[in-house]
């Protein structure tokens, strides 16, 4: 049977992505330090995939614990969410983010090495290719990361790519996310981040649920068709299921695969804005203020890539993204707490 040890399990999008493995009949061991998740979630999982996992709270620094974990456990494969994702505080701290995402990374690929554990998925960025000058990105744009946690990113790609050349038997696959959005349509789990949210959607939810009083529009004279920022957000859902399309590609092919997971589709804030005032009943108020440092008017993937090598795409649109995120925020208006 497929054992699977997932790092930064309880996360956002980890948690969404155990429920599948766990669904799917695989076995799932699960190491997070919970910096930025709550022990709560694990009950959750295992209450939605009726199948129990173990849980490790620990950090992927700690080379003593992995090593007892794949001594103990023979797992043959992981998948790698663990890391620290808030842009503006790598740039305030960026010696936490080398460290945590860098330096925690190469303790797990030494601890996988030594225990012949030889598949991995990463959780990579969209974030990578910075601003080539154009808003489609295929997985050929050049790579150059405009902030510390991109940057963390592109280096651990690298660490990965160097990795694959001395050790060929490894199978890889770097997954560029584009926007995670959505939530589990149970509402059981979903996104709560720790303090004022860095992104659009959980904002938008907490003023829906009236934890916050208006959302802030960074941005309303970009050359874009209503004047604000342009992303290509994909339901969470979707990416659990880019993450077992890959896992079985690498089951396959013995090779690194870099794709992409996006819709192909961008919407604008405005559009998030009127999309979640139809899927809640709630009005939305906003006020257009300066554009945020280090935004880009406009990106979204191609997602060819991702279909022709894992047979994946994004199934479900800004309705559902929508009314999933609104169903997890009203039955869980305080996160996990
Ligand atoms: P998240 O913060 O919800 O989940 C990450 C999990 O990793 C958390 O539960 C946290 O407690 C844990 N963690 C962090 N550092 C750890 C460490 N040193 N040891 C053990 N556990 C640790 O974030 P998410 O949105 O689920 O993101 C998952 C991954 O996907 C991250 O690597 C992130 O950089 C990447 N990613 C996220 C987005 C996004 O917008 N959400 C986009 C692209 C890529
Ligand atoms: C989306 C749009 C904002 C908040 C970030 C990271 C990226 C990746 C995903 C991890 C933009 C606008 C936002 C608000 C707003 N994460 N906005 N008011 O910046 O595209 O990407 O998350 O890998 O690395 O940079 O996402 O959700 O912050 O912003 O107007 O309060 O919403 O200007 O146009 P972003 P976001």
């Known amino acids: 049977m497929n054992k699977v040890l997932v790092t930064g399990g309880t996360g956002y999008i980890g948690s ?23 022990k709560e979630v694990v009950g959750r999982i295992e209450k939605l995939s009726g199948k129990s996992l173990q849980f490790f709270e620990g950090d992927i620094r700690d080379r003593a614990l992995l090593r007892s974990i794949f001594e103990r456990h023979s797992c043959n494969s992981v998948i ?3 890391g620290l994702k808030a842009v503006g505080e790598s740039e305030e701290q960026p010696l936490k983010y080398f460290d945590n995402n860098v330096a925690g990374s190469i303790v797990l690929f030494e601890e996988m090495i030594r225990a012949r554990i030889h598949t991995l998925i990463f959780s990579s960025s969209a974030t990578v290719y910075g ?8 997985e050929s744009t050049p790579l150059s990361p405009m902030n510390t946690y991109g940057r963390t990113k592109l280096m651990v790609e690298d660490i990965l790519r160097d990795l694959k050349k001395a050790n060929p038997e490894m199978q890889i696959a770097l997954l560029r996310y584009f926007n995670p959005v959505g939530a589990h349509e149970s509402g059981d789990i979903g996104e709560h981040p720790f303090g004022v949210p860095n992104n659009l959607m ?4 907490q003023v829906a649920v009236g934890t916050r009083e208006k959302l802030m529009i960074y941005g309303g004279d970009y050359s874009t068709p209503d004047g604000t920022g342009l992303r290509d ?6 990416l659990g299921a880019g993450h077992l399309a890959a896992l079985h590609s690498l089951s396959e092919n013995n090779s690194l695969i870099t794709v992409n997971l996006g819709t192909g589709h961008p919407y604008s804030v405005l559009d998030m804005v009127h999309a979640f005032e139809k899927a809640s009943g709630k009005k939305i108020p906003y006020e257009i203020i300066g554009r945020r440092p280090g935004d880009l008017p406009e990106y979204y993937a191609d997602p060819a890539l991702a279909k022709k090598v894992l047979g994946w795409e994004a199934k479900l649109g800004i309705d559902r993204m929508c009314a999933d995120t609104w169903r997890w925020q009203q039955q869980n208006p305080q996160g996990y707490s």
Request: aromatic share 12%; proline share 5%; charged share 15%.
């Open 131 to 138: 601003d080539p000058g154009y808003a489609c990105y295929q």
């Open 202 to 205: 959980p904002f938008i939810s």
């Open 16 to 38: 969404h992505t155990v429920v599948k493995l766990l669904s799917a009949g695989m076995e799932v061991l699960v190491l997070d330090n919970l910096s930025n998740s709550s």
């Open 80 to 82: 790698h969410f663990a």
């Open 233 to 238: 957000y994909i339901h969470v859902e979707d």
